[in-house]
């Protein structure tokens, strides 16, 4: 069983900054891809950000240049820090891996809220 672990969410005003953490643990082998996925209220769940294993990465246009993701191995760990957050931005957050086991499965974190006011 794999277990992710979302932290960092909260309440910023715009302008400002969160980063986000999600702690990946149980029977993992190693972590293919992970991902940052958003959800706001009344709308689909839509990519934000992925990394590989070897640290590629990938952005929606609407965060280019204001979120960054990074990961570290060691700890299982994917990160995704936000600056210059837009009211826009509100949403639940969620991470999502790749894990590598005795196959391969697609875990969900719980979801970290977000909230950007104006």
């Known amino acids: 069983q794999v277990r992710l672990d979302e932290s960092g969410g909260g309440l910023v005003q715009a302008g400002g900054s969160l980063r986000l953490s999600c702690a990946a643990s149980g029977n993992i082998f190693s972590i293919n891809d992970m991902r940052w996925y958003r959800q706001a209220p009344g709308k689909q769940r839509d990519l934000v950000a992925a990394?590989?294993?070897?640290?590629?990465?990938t952005y929606a246009d609407s965060v280019k240049g204001r979120f960054t993701i990074s990961r570290d191995n060691a700890k299982n760990t994917v990160y995704l820090q936000m600056n210059s957050l837009k009211p826009e931005d509100t949403a639940v957050y969620y991470c999502?891996?790749?894990?590598?086991?005795?196959?391969?499965?697609?875990?969900w974190g719980q979801g970290t809220q977000v909230t950007v006011s104006s």
């Open positions: 999502n891996a790749d894990v590598v086991h005795t196959y391969v499965g697609r875990y």
């Open positions: 990394i590989t294993s070897s640290g590629s990465t």
